[in-house]
């Protein structure tokens, strides 16, 4: 048996995504990006594992991702992997944080949501 020492939670944002305003926000496609890279000499990769966890959601927003366990409520006030949005909105983000440098020093694309 293995022991309890903390909680996980899953919670389910089909809903909350269901009723949620998309962003347009367009991706890059992975062969679109493979054709950018292919002339390229130097490759390096960054590993954005808690970059949605950077992310802050606003304030009135946060009451929409509210939920409710035996000890009380939470609520998120960072983006979490879920929301249909999240993908998108960080990639908007970090193209506006490297846009001097998109297209001529690197590129900026998501291959794991």
Known sequence: ?????????????????????NNHFLMPFMDQMFDRLALKGW????D?????????IAPEDQEKKTFTFPYGTFAFKRMRLGFCNTPFTFNKC?????SDMVEDTIEVFMDDF
């Open 1 to 21: 048996m293995r022991p309890l020492n903390g909680w996980r939670v899953c919670t389910d944002y089909q809903k909350l995504n269901a009723w949620t305003e």
């Open 43 to 46: 490759y390096c990769f960054l």
């Open 48 to 56: 954005s594992y808690s970059g949605y966890n950077q992310i802050s």
């Open 94 to 98: 970090m193209m506006s944080i490297f």
